[in-house]
């Protein structure tokens, strides 16, 4: 169990869990690449899109959601096992290292689309990620 802190939006902390979820509900997977304590536009991504009503109250209902987090600050490390998680995810899906990257994956882990921070609404950043699934 982790401590990390999870925000209204229902974040999964193990990537095979929101796997099988993804495969159970038949759900696309949101796949976050974030420095949450480093990176300017990841910060703005979650404060302006994730931590928005309109997509806390969306995603609950059609995506599944894991954030595979980088963060720098020794306070903020996380635990080892979903450290080397995050690597390996890093490893397949965000080979250039950018941040924040955001995949969006059908449920057998296949990439049907990718962005990052953009600055706009939430409902626009909603249906553009939906852009990617239809």
Not at 19 to 27: I, Q, T, Y
Not at 44 to 65: A, H
Not at 97 to 112: D, I, R, S, T
Request: with cysteine; net charge neutral.
């Amino acid at each position: 169990m982790s401590s990390m802190v999870v925000s209204a939006q229902d974040w999964q902390t193990d990537y095979a869990h929101a796997v099988s979820v993804s495969l159970k509900e038949n759900k696309p997977i949101v796949l976050v690449f974030s420095g949450s304590d480093w990176c300017a536009p990841c910060i703005k991504l979650e404060r302006d899109i994730w931590q928005s009503q309109e997509f806390i109250k969306y995603s609950k209902e059609n995506y599944v959601l894991y954030r595979a987090d980088f963060p720098r600050k020794k306070s903020n490390q996380l635990p080892p096992e979903m450290a080397q998680q995050n690597s390996k995810l890093a490893e397949t899906f965000n080979r250039n290292g950018y941040f924040p990257l955001v995949v969006v994956l059908n449920p057998n882990e296949e990439v049907l689309g990718t962005t990052g921070y953009k600055k706009i609404s939430p409902d626009q950043y909603i249906s553009m990620l939906n852009s990617f699934i239809k």
